[in-house]
Structures are given as C-alpha cells and as structure tokens.
C-alpha cells in the first residue's frame, strides 16, 4: 500500500453533503441565503399580482366602485363601535361568568352554567333575532308596566349590541375561567396565608398573571366580533346607523352591483382585521415583558466544556430571579 499524503484530503475524510450528485447545489440550498422574511414577501406579492389579475380579467365596474366607496366607508365607524361596546360588555359578562364557573355556591355554579350552554349553544342570528322581536312580544304577554316594556322594545343596533356581547360572553367565560386555573395554586395559598380576602387575592395576586394569559384569546375574539357585526344587518337599521355590510347590501342590490360591492366591503373588513392584528401584536408584546427569557451565548475560556469556550447562559427577563449557572466542569 502506498502512503497517502497527509497534506491532501480524500474523499473518506470529507464530510457529508446534502448536495445533489455531480456537486451541484439543490435549489433548497441556493435559497438558504435568501432571507425568510423576503421569502413571505415574495409569496405576497406572487398573490397580490396573480388577484391583480383576475381583478382586470373580471370586467368590474370599477366606475362604479370609485364613486360609491365613500359611502360604504362611512359605516366603519359604527362597524367598530358596535364592536367596541361588544367586547367591553362581553369582558364584563365573562369576567362575572368565570367566577360563577369556579364558584362553590351552587346558584353561582348553576346560573353561570345555564348562561354558557345557552348562547354558546345556539347560533348567533337566532339569538338577536330573540331578543329584536321576541322579546318585546314577551313584554305584551307578561302585562309588563309601560315603562319596562318600552325598555325591552330594542332598536336594531341595541339589540345587536346585546346578542353580541351575551354571545360572546359565554364562549369567553371559559377564556378567563382557564386562565384564572393557570395561576398556580401556591400563590393563592400564600395570599391567603397573609391575611388577603378573596376578593384581594383575585385582585392584587391571580388576575394581573391571569391577564398575560386571556390578552391573545380576547384579541382574537374582538377581531372575530368586527366581522360578525354583519349580521346585524339582518335586523335592519336606520340610515344614520348602517354598518358597512348593510350599506353594501342596499348598493348593490340597487344599482344591480352585488359583486363590486362585496368585494368592496370584503376589502374593508380585511383592512380593519390587519389594522387591529398589528395592535394585538403590540400589545401581547408589552404585557410578555417581564415573563420572556432570553438565551446568550457568551465567550469563555477554552476547555469549558461547550463549543470550544462557548458558554451558555439564560439571561432572566426583568424582575425575574436569577438562575444560578451549571458548573462548567465535571459531572452534573
């Protein structure tokens, strides 16, 4: 056998490729050096060209569009109120229906589970129309006083507004209820341990951690709510109140322009969707400080054990307590 020359490497002391035979590089690894981001937006603009497309090649009436998106446009203020009062009762409703869930009282207990089978139960546009036309029909057949059955005569937006926040409610009720339950059970003991009532304890220890927890879930809900606020449109509206889905609807059946003006308000729906999924991200950002841990690799000496001289340490978030490092050396 003839002695190899150490200076030269043979194809034993190679490591192994992913590439492809004839040394050339697959397409998976040229894109390595592409970045992620540019990727994605390179899938964007893919779509947004090829509906570009099909928008030129569907003959729209774009004449038509243009002068009649402002008048859709002027129902996004009441879109968003509808949605915001929703929510803000519908937190409020689950808030009060998570503490019944996890009550011992048993009328507690049993009403808060009668309101979360009912609503979450039935479809949504069966429940505003309950409570837009049955209801004042309750009223009559009771002999209600006057007074209460003018309260219960509702107008379109009311009613919406109520549908959606018992609707909404209930299927948040479990949103809260698991995150109260995530809090550990240590802490309450503690708490309690202290002297604190329970209303203290769920005050000062268990809500302010079970919030980073209901944030993510309750913006969903509140995007998902923006959307459903179409459905009000089926109780009817006056003009003065008409969400953008009702005035599109009565556009295009006039002008015998259904699809231009579908795509119109689907593209203000969407607009709004984007708009607050931006500000739910900024938010579930701001309520993760103090909770995200951070991983940072720091130079060491050689012969520490890790990457050649590359250690290891876990920097805790702010207000977080220190975690003591793993010696280097030895067994653990």
Aim: proline share 5%; hydrophobic share 50%.
């Amino acid at each position: 056998m003839t002695e190899r020359d150490p200076g030269v490497a043979s194809n034993v002391d190679r490591p192994p490729t992913a590439s492809s035979p004839g040394g050339k590089r697959s397409f998976e690894e040229r894109s390595l050096a592409i970045p992620f981001r540019a990727k994605v937006a390179a899938v964007w603009i893919f779509i947004f060209l090829l509906l570009g497309t099909l928008f030129a090649f569907a003959s729209f009436d774009q004449d038509w569009m243009k002068e009649n998106v402002a008048f859709i446009v002027r129902g996004l203020w009441v879109t968003v109120v509808i949605a915001a009062v929703s929510i803000v009762c519908a937190v409020i409703l689950a808030g009060l229906g998570a503490i019944g869930r996890l009550s011992r009282n048993p009328i507690a207990f049993g009403i808060s589970g009668f309101y979360t089978s009912f609503f979450r139960g039935t479809p949504l546009i069966v429940q505003m129309f309950l409570i837009y036309l049955a209801l004042p029909q309750l009223a009559t057949g009771l002999h209600l006083p006057s007074g209460l059955r003018d309260l219960m005569i509702l107008g379109p937006a009311e009613a919406g507004i109520i549908a959606l926040s018992l609707n909404y409610g209930a299927y948040m009720t479990e949103i809260f209820r698991a995150g109260i339950e995530s809090v550990s059970h240590s802490q309450r003991e503690a708490a309690e341990a202290l002297g604190m009532t329970y209303a203290k304890v769920m005050r000062r220890v268990v809500l302010p951690q079970a919030t980073r927890v209901i944030i993510p879930p309750i913006g969903n809900e509140f995007i998902a709510m923006m959307k459903d606020t179409a459905l009000v449109s089926f109780l009817g509206a006056s003009f003065a109140f008409m969400e953008i889905f009702r005035r599109a609807q009565l556009l295009g059946k006039a002008d015998f322009r259904n699809l231009e003006a579908l795509v119109l308000v689907a593209g203000m729906y969407w607009a709004l969707t984007a708009l607050f999924t931006v500000f739910q991200g900024r938010l579930e950002h701001r309520m993760s400080k103090g909770y995200v841990r951070t991983v940072k690799f720091v130079s060491g000496a050689p012969g520490d054990g890790i990457g050649g001289g590359a250690l290891m340490h876990v920097m805790p978030a702010e207000g977080q307590p220190q975690i003591p490092e793993i010696p280097s050396g030895g067994d653990h």
